[in-house]
């Protein structure tokens, strides 16, 4: 909660904006599992159904279903229990909707909330949407999960998250119905809906506009995908789907579309008791940061055209000291400047996504979640069959065995009886299959896929493990580092490194196969290369500094600062931090040619209105800067979007808000939604640019590409900061919120700092 003012969510409960906790990004690869559970979870309506996941927490049956219980976050603390009401199909197909559920997406961030807080997650299945709000009430389960739409009525019963997403209700009619496409055109049809769903007032407010609208109840009985059946058969002539629902069934079914949108966006959110404002509060503390860090987007799987369209370029890469890290606030890595130099080429926004773990890099590739993955992949027939292309190869290497520096190991006859350990992902595991073939008595022991190759040597200095095989450039960073290890011997030919992209994506293979060609064992490739793999000198010093940042869990020199500011102002530190590297490169002394000083870049004049002189103090300049950054987030509404409005402020911060101001109505004139900025209210801005835009506009004329790219850039450090920040355990005030992933930032920053 603000020290000076509150801000509140959608029902009026005060949210606290800056709580630091870490989001990790989030696997569809649990799904499978729960394909073997006796109930199939799919989404309602207005509520709407969703496939559950592996891995899963325990499912409520009726032998095991609790008692009532109420109370706040501090009973839950003493039964180390969350209990989530979700809506289930006890009837009907099981099914695995080739894209993700909604629901079963906002399950797994529900989970790891409940993980963050100590709690053992306990799924509460409900057969009907009408008894679930009841549930809740009566104490049968602690949270509503049920891609739930924020109405006012439901806000008179239940308390409500910050918003989830936001949605727009569909009406859906079969796919060969020519005939509906506006909402006059349902005079005389049938359309059917749950009466405890929002998609019934909805129906119900445009049945007195267009008198002659059939609204049929759905029975009690019938589930979404019965519903849809019925559709399909011509029994109803409409239903009426949120937007990310309908996208899920639309991935499968091709017996149904979209006719029209039906009403205005709306808030999906959870649902919590009323006399649960603790634990309202925490979850809101923690959408805060889920969402403003979120890598959970869109699935896209369309070629180079599509990207262009978007103008982004996903790329998936590993946190590790040979990929993409973190040095003194810069994104660094042999693998993060090359995508960063094609993305460049290509005039696209580069946007890294960073899978849990090697092996799900492939599935997420093909699922869509990034368009390219790249991280010295040798190609596989294996992956092929998948769906993989790999591009021409951009690196070879040697792979060595690596044991102990006094360890005698010289040759393959001196494996027998010993044990080498390396990820079943990897390019090596089919080699070491081949040799164990070929008559080596040695034992294969697979690695865990979520660590990195330096861990696995580390291991080996360590003798914690017995010997490992690794490419040659990622032994010398090792090596160059003192590491107590030392290469045995190479085997084998030289192996191909590649990039990969999904089958099917022939122009964006054929423009990276393009990049290969301009710049392989080029300059760029050279310098970079010499850079991350040669330079012995340069390693140990980033080395230094990772160790460092592993001892202090530290962004930049100004960390207690910006923690005590922002948290006082409700910001989260880390997204202030990535704003500082923006405006100064952490430099107390910059000032800029229009004369803003200090840290945050703040303007003397607006530092003395607000009581500050000293800009180049550290102090002084970053209290400045957050209290003028919350001045500017308080000239926008409480309404709006929680990521969204962070973006408005960032963006009226860098230009002034009525430019700001200027995008939004422009926005509105082009079709765009004026409550959100990428993708939307960010193309609006570059407009202003150009004359024939910046002479309507109330403002004038602004360089729009200024604000936009100040916006893109902060948030791609903000997630780099939050996926790659922690082994050390982070606090605000001296509350202690636990230990952060070894996957992170802060474990780089043993490697690389």
Same mark, same amino acid.
């Given at each position: 909660?603000?020290?000076?003012?509150?801000?509140?969510?959608?029902?009026?409960?005060?949210?606290?904006?800056?709580?630091?906790?870490?989001?990790?990004?989030?696997?569809?690869?649990?799904?499978?599992?729960?394909?073997?559970?006796?109930?199939?979870?799919?989404?309602?309506?207005?509520?709407?159904?969703?496939?559950?996941?592996?891995?899963?927490?325990?499912?409520?049956?009726?032998?095991?279903?609790?008692?009532?219980?109420?109370?706040?976050?501090?009973?839950?603390?003493?039964?180390?229990?969350?209990?989530?009401?979700?809506?289930?199909? *006890?009837?009907?197909?099981?099914?695995?909707?080739?894209?993700?559920?909604? =629901?079963?997406?906002?399950?797994?961030?529900?989970?790891?909330?409940?993980?963050?807080?100590?709690?053992?997650?306990?799924?509460?299945?409900?057969?009907?949407?009408?008894?679930?709000?009841?549930?809740?009430?009566?104490?049968?389960?602690?949270?509503?999960?049920?891609?739930?739409?924020?109405?006012?009525?439901?806000?008179?019963?239940?308390?409500?998250?910050?918003?989830?997403?936001?949605?727009?209700?569909?009406?859906?009619?079969?796919?060969?119905?020519?005939?509906?496409?506006?909402?006059?055109?349902?005079?005389?049809?049938?359309?059917?809906?749950?009466?405890?769903?929002?998609?019934?007032?909805?129906?119900?407010?445009? #049945?007195?506009?267009?008198?002659?609208?059939?609204?049929?109840?759905?029975?009690?009985?019938?589930?979404?995908?019965?519903?849809?059946?019925?559709?399909?058969?011509?029994?109803?002539?409409?239903?009426?789907?949120?937007?990310?629902?309908?996208?899920?069934?639309?991935?499968?079914?091709?017996?149904?579309?979209?006719?029209?949108?039906?009403?205005?966006?709306?808030?999906?959110?959870?649902?919590?008791?009323?006399?649960?404002?603790?634990?309202?509060?925490?979850?809101?503390?923690?959408?805060?940061?889920?969402?403003?860090?979120?890598?959970?987007? @869109?699935?896209?799987?369309?070629?180079?055209?599509?990207?262009?369209?978007?103008?982004?370029?996903?790329?998936?890469?590993?946190?590790?000291?040979?990929?993409?890290?973190?040095?003194?606030?810069?994104?660094?890595?042999?693998?993060?400047?090359? @995508?960063?130099?094609?993305?460049?080429?290509?005039?696209?926004?580069?946007?890294?996504? =960073?899978?849990?773990?090697?092996?799900?890099?492939?599935?997420?590739?093909?699922?869509?979640?990034?368009?390219?993955?790249?991280?010295?992949?040798?190609?596989?027939?294996?992956?092929?069959?998948?769906?993989?292309?790999?591009?021409?190869?951009?690196?070879?290497?040697?792979?060595?065995?690596?044991?102990?520096?006094?360890?005698?190991?010289?040759?393959?006859?001196?494996?027998?009886?010993?044990?080498?350990?390396?990820?079943?992902?990897?390019?090596?595991?089919?080699?070491?299959?081949?040799?164990?073939?070929?008559?080596?008595?040695?034992?294969?022991?697979?690695?865990?896929?979520?660590?990195?190759?330096?861990?696995?040597?580390?291991?080996?200095?360590?003798?914690?493990?017995?010997?490992?095989?690794?490419?040659?450039?990622?032994?010398?960073?090792?090596?160059?580092?003192?590491?107590?290890?030392?290469?045995?011997?190479?085997?084998?030919?030289?192996?191909?490194?590649? =990039? @990969?992209?999904?089958?099917?994506?022939?122009?964006?293979?054929?423009?990276?196969?393009?990049?290969?060609?301009?710049?392989?064992?080029?300059?760029?490739?050279?310098?970079?290369?010499?850079?991350?793999?040669?330079?012995?000198?340069?390693?140990?010093?980033?080395?230094?500094?990772?160790?460092?940042?592993?001892?202090?869990?530290?962004?930049?020199?100004?960390?207690?600062?910006?923690?005590?500011?922002?948290?006082?102002?409700?910001?989260?530190?880390?997204?202030?931090?990535?704003?500082?590297?923006?405006?100064?490169?952490?430099?107390?002394?910059?000032?800029?040619?229009? #004369?803003?000083?200090?840290?945050?870049?703040?303007?003397?004049?607006?530092?003395?209105?607000?009581?500050?002189?000293?800009?180049?103090?550290?102090?002084?300049?970053?209290?400045?800067?957050?209290?003028?950054?919350?001045?500017?987030?308080?000239?926008?509404?409480?309404? *709006? #979007?929680?990521?969204?409005?962070?973006?408005?402020? *960032?963006?009226?911060?860098?230009?002034?808000?009525?430019?700001?101001?200027?995008?939004?109505?422009?926005?509105?004139?082009?079709?765009?939604?004026?409550?959100?900025?990428?993708?939307?209210?960010?193309?609006?801005?570059?407009?202003? #640019?150009?004359?024939?835009?910046?002479?309507?506009?109330?403002?004038?004329?602004?360089?729009?590409?200024?604000?936009?790219?100040?916006?893109?850039?902060?948030?791609?450090?903000?997630?780099?900061?939050?996926?790659?920040?922690?082994?050390?355990?982070?606090?605000?005030?001296?509350?202690?919120?636990?230990?952060?992933?070894?996957?992170?930032?802060?474990?780089?920053?043993?490697?690389?700092?």
């Amino acid at each position: 909660m603000y020290q000076h003012r509150q801000h509140t969510g959608l029902n009026g409960a005060p949210v606290r904006a800056g709580f630091p906790l870490e989001p990790r990004t989030l696997s569809f690869a649990r799904l499978a599992g729960w394909c073997l559970l006796a109930v199939c979870l799919i989404v309602c309506t207005g509520c709407h159904n969703g496939a559950p996941t592996a891995q899963a927490p325990a499912v409520q049956t009726q032998e095991n279903i609790s008692t009532e219980v109420t109370g706040d976050l501090d009973n839950m603390q003493q039964t180390d229990v969350l209990r989530i009401l979700i809506p289930v199909n *006890l009837g009907g197909d099981r099914y695995l909707p080739r894209k993700g559920s909604p =629901v079963t997406q906002h399950q797994e961030i529900l989970e790891h909330f409940a993980e963050t807080r100590g709690l053992t997650a306990e799924l509460v299945p409900i057969e009907h949407f009408r008894d679930m709000i009841p549930a809740l009430e009566s104490g049968r389960g602690d949270v509503l999960l049920a891609n739930l739409t924020v109405t006012e009525a439901r806000k008179q019963r239940i308390a409500f998250t910050v918003p989830i997403t936001h949605v727009r209700e569909q009406l859906i009619v079969r796919a060969d119905e020519e005939e509906i496409d506006a909402a006059a055109d349902l005079v005389g049809r049938t359309v059917m809906a749950d009466p405890a769903s929002s998609f019934w007032n909805t129906l119900t407010k445009l #049945g007195k506009k267009y008198p002659g609208i059939k609204l049929v109840r759905r029975p009690a009985e019938l589930h979404d995908e019965d519903e849809l059946d019925q559709l399909s058969q011509g029994v109803v002539d409409a239903v009426v789907r949120d937007s990310n629902i309908a996208d899920m069934y639309l991935s499968y079914r091709d017996d149904i579309r979209v006719a029209f949108n039906i009403g205005r966006v709306q808030d999906i959110a959870w649902g919590v008791r009323r006399d649960a404002p603790e634990l309202l509060r925490s979850l809101n503390d923690y959408l805060h940061l889920e969402n403003l860090a979120d890598q959970q987007a @869109a699935l896209y799987t369309d070629d180079l055209d599509g990207l262009k369209k978007r103008k982004v370029l996903r790329v998936m890469l590993r946190n590790n000291a040979a990929s993409y890290f973190l040095y003194r606030g810069e994104l660094m890595g042999f693998q993060y400047e090359l @995508a960063r130099h094609f993305a460049r080429q290509l005039g696209l926004r580069l946007e890294v996504v =960073v899978p849990d773990t090697h092996q799900q890099m492939l599935e997420w590739l093909t699922e869509g979640r990034a368009d390219v993955a790249s991280g010295f992949l040798v190609p596989r027939d294996s992956d092929r069959q998948l769906g993989i292309e790999f591009s021409k190869p951009y690196h070879r290497a040697f792979a060595h065995f690596i044991v102990r520096d006094d360890d005698p190991l010289a040759d393959l006859d001196g494996l027998d009886g010993r044990t080498v350990v390396v990820r079943q992902s990897s390019g090596h595991w089919d080699r070491l299959q081949q040799l164990r073939s070929a008559g080596h008595d040695f034992t294969l022991v697979a690695a865990p896929e979520d660590l990195e190759t330096e861990d696995i040597i580390h291991q080996v200095a360590g003798g914690e493990i017995d010997i490992t095989v690794a490419d040659e450039h990622l032994m010398d960073i090792e090596i160059a580092q003192d590491v107590n290890i030392r290469p045995a011997f190479s085997f084998g030919e030289e192996q191909p490194h590649s =990039v @990969a992209v999904r089958k099917g994506n022939e122009k964006l293979l054929a423009a990276i196969n393009s990049f290969i060609r301009q710049e392989n064992k080029g300059l760029l490739y050279n310098i970079l290369y010499k850079k991350y793999f040669r330079n012995k000198r340069g390693i140990r010093k980033l080395a230094r500094g990772y160790e460092e940042g592993l001892e202090t869990g530290r962004l930049s020199p100004y960390d207690d600062i910006t923690r005590r500011y922002a948290d006082r102002y409700g910001f989260d530190w880390r997204l202030v931090t990535a704003q500082m590297y923006q405006e100064s490169r952490f430099d107390p002394q910059a000032t800029s040619f229009a #004369g803003a000083r200090g840290l945050l870049q703040v303007m003397p004049k607006t530092a003395k209105q607000m009581g500050f002189r000293e800009l180049d103090d550290p102090d002084k300049g970053i209290h400045a800067g957050i209290k003028y950054l919350d001045w500017v987030r308080d000239r926008f509404d409480d309404d *709006l #979007g929680f990521a969204d409005r962070m973006w408005f402020t *960032l963006a009226a911060y860098n230009a002034g808000y009525g430019h700001v101001a200027d995008a939004r109505r422009l926005a509105v004139k082009k079709g765009w939604d004026p409550d959100r900025w990428f993708g939307h209210t960010e193309k609006a801005m570059l407009l202003l #640019g150009r004359k024939e835009y910046a002479r309507k506009a109330k403002h004038g004329y602004v360089r729009g590409r200024e604000p936009v790219n100040y916006v893109t850039n902060i948030r791609s450090r903000f997630r780099a900061y939050t996926e790659m920040s922690g082994t050390a355990a982070l606090d605000t005030g001296g509350d202690p919120v636990g230990q952060l992933p070894d996957t992170s930032l802060l474990y780089v920053a043993t490697r690389l700092e």
